[in-house]
C-alpha cells in the first residue's frame, strides 16, 4: 500500500500534468495563426511502481500521471502527399503564368495584332490592283508592309523580354533553393542535438517542415525521412539534403550568373561533399517552379520563336519573290521589298523600299500598269495560316494549362483541408481542452486539500476521544 503521503505525490503528479495541458492548450491558441504551426496534444502516462515478480506484490492503485510526450499531430504520410501535390501544382502554376503573359503580349485576336496587320497588307495589295499607279495605294501598301514588320519584331521582343526574365528569375530561385536546403540541414542538426538533450524540438519541426514544402515547390524534392529523425531531400534522384549536411544547387550552364544566355542548354548540378552530380533534364530533373521556369526557356519559348521566324520568312520570301516576278512603275523588275536574315529570324525582318514606285504592281514591263502583280501579292504565301495555328496553338496550351492547374489547385486544396484538420488548431476544440485541464487541476488540488484534511484528523485528532 503506498500510504497517505503516496497520494499526496498522487494529486501532486495531477496537478503538474493538467498545468502542462493547460499550457499546451494555451500554446496552441497563441499560435492558432502562425504559418506552419502544429498543435500539440499532451499524452499522459498512469504512473505505477508495480514490478511483475514473483514473492512480492503490488497494494496500491497506480501512483498518479505524467506527461508521456507533448506530441504533435501530424500525420507523415499526409505530409509527405502535400509536399509532392504543391510541387506539381508550383510547376503548373507558375507554368500558365508564363504562358498566359506571352498570350496576352499577343493580343490576338484583337485589331492591333500580327494576323490584323497581315490582313491589312493583303487588302492593301488588292487596292493597288485596282489602282496601280496610284500614289496613295502604293504608299499605303508600304505603310502596312512596315506596320506587319513592326507587329512581328514587337512579338519576338516580348517572347526575348520573357526569357530575359526567367532567365533572371531562375537565377533568383537557385539561391533561394541553397537557403532554404542549407536552413533544413541545419534544422536537422538542431533537432538532433535538442532532442538528444531530452528537450522538446517541436517548434525547430514545425520549421523544417516548412522548408521541406517550400524546397517541394521550388524543385519538386522529395523529402524521406531517415530512421533518426533526420530529413533527406533528394532532387531529380540526387540528394541535395542529407542529415546536417546541404550540397550546392548549382546553375551548371545555359544561364550567366548575370542572367544572360550563354548559348549552351541549360543544366543543373549539386556539388556536395558526397560528391558531384549534374542533374538530368526534361522530365526527369528538377521539377516544380525552376522546372517550369526550365521547361519554358528550354522548350515553349524558343518554339513560339521558331515559329514567329517561320512566319516572318515566309513573309519575306513569298512576297520578294513575287515582286520579282513583277514590274515597278518605271518599268524595272520588281525588287524585294523586305529584308529577312535567316539567321536572326523575325527579329531582322525590315521593309526595304521606301520609294513607293518600286512596288512591282505590274505583271508586265514598260511602264504598264495592270495591277495583275499586286493581285497576285495579296494572296502569295501561307503566312496568314502559319501565324495563325501558331497562336492556336499558345492558346491551347495556356487552356490546357487552366484546366490542369485549376484540377490541380482542387487536389492540393483538398490536402492542405486534410492536413488542417489533422494538424491546425481548433480553438472550440482547445477550449474544451483547457475547461477540462482547469477542472482536473482543480480536482486534484481538491485530492490534496482532502488528504492534508486525513493526515490533520490522524496526526492531530487521534486520541482525543473524551479529553
Keep these: ?143 502596312r508592309a512596315e506596320t506587319l514588320a513592326q507587329a512581328l519584331r514587337g512579338q519576338v521582343a516580348n517572347v526575348a523580354g520573357e526569357e530575359a526574365d526567367q532567365r533572371v528569375h531562375a537565377t533568383n530561385l537557385v539561391s533561394e533553393v541553397n537557403t532554404a536546403a542549407s536552413g533544413l540541414a541545419a534544422l536537422n542538426h538542431d533537432i538532433l542535438v535538442t ?13 523544417r517542415d516548412v522548408l521541406a514544402t517550400r524546397l517541394a515547390e521550388l524543385t519538386g524534392g522529395v523529402t524521406t525521412v531517415q530512421p533518426d529523425g533526420q530529413f533527406t531531400v533528394t532532387v531529380a534522384g540526387t540528394a541535395l539534403v542529407q542529415g546536417k549536411e546541404a550540397g550546392t544547387f548549382v546553375l551548371a550552364s545555359g544561364i550567366t550568373p548575370t542572367g544572360d544566355a550563354d548559348g549552351s542548354p541549360i543544366s543543373y548540378r549539386i556539388d556536395a ?18 522546372g517550369a521556369v526550365t521547361e519554358v526557356l528550354t522548350t515553349t519559348l524558343p518554339a513560339y520563336r521558331a515559329g514567329l521566324d517561320a512566319v516572318a520568312a515566309d513573309l519575306a520570301a513569298s512576297v520578294n519573290a513575287q515582286q520579282a516576278a513583277g514590274f515597278d512603275a518605271s518599268g524595272a523588275a520588281g525588287a524585294p521589298l523586305f529584308s529577312y536574315d535567316p539567321l536572326v529570324g523575325a527579329a531582322s525582318l525590315q521593309v526595304a523600299i521606301t520609294d513607293p514606285s518600286k512596288l512591282a504592281a ?16 495579296s494572296r502569295v504565301g501561307t503566312y496568314p495560316d502559319a501565324y495563325q495555328r501558331l497562336v492556336n496553338g499558345l492558346g491551347t496550351d495556356v487552356a490546357a494549362l487552366d484546366r490542369r492547374t485549376a484540377n490541380q489547385t482542387s487536389l492540393s486544396g483538398a490536402l492542405d483541408d486534410a492536413r488542417e484538420q489533422q494538424a491546425g488548431v481548433n480553438l472550440d476544440e482547445e477550449t474544451v481542452n483547457m475547461v477540462s485541464a482547469q477542472r482536473a487541476y482543480e480536482a486534484a488540488a481538491r485530492l490534496m486539500t482532502t488528504i492534508d484534511e486525513v493526515l490533520d484528523t490522524l496526526i492531530n485528532r487521534t486520541g482525543l476521544v473524551g479529553r
Excluded: C, K
Aim: hydrophobic share 35%.
Design 1 to 143: 500500500m503506498v500510504g497517505s503521503f503516496g497520494s499526496i505525490n498522487t494529486a501532486l503528479s495531477g496537478l503538474r500534468y493538467n498545468q502542462v495541458a493547460l499550457d499546451v492548450a494555451g500554446n496552441n491558441i497563441a499560435n492558432a495563426g502562425t504559418d506552419g504551426y502544429v498543435r500539440r496534444r499532451v499524452v499522459g502516462a498512469s504512473v505505477s511502481s508495480a514490478q511483475a515478480a514473483l514473492w512480492s506484490r503490488y497494494d496500491g492503485h497506480g501512483e498518479g500521471v505524467a506527461v508521456g510526450e507533448v506530441r504533435r499531430m501530424t500525420d507523415p504520410l499526409l505530409d509527405s502527399r502535400v509536399r509532392r501535390e504543391h510541387g506539381l501544382l508550383s510547376y503548373l502554376s507558375t507554368s500558365r503564368t508564363i504562358l498566359a503573359r506571352v498570350e496576352d503580349g499577343v493580343g490576338e485576336p484583337g485589331p492591333n495584332g500580327v494576323h490584323a496587320a497581315m490582313l491589312d497588307l493583303r487588302n492593301a495589295w488588292q487596292d493597288l490592283s485596282l489602282n496601280p499607279g496610284g500614289t496613295a495605294a502604293r504608299q499605303q501598301v508600304l505603310g
Design 362 to 377: 505590274s505583271s508586265v514591263g514598260g511602264g504598264a500598269l495592270d495591277g495583275a502583280n499586286a493581285d497576285l501579292l
Design 273 to 290: 561533399t558526397w560528391g558531384s552530380t549534374v542533374l538530368p533534364s526534361g522530365s526527369a530533373g528538377p521539377g516544380g517552379e525552376l
Design 195 to 207: 532532442e538528444q538533450n531530452g528537450t522538446d524540438a517541436g517548434v525547430l519541426r514545425d520549421r
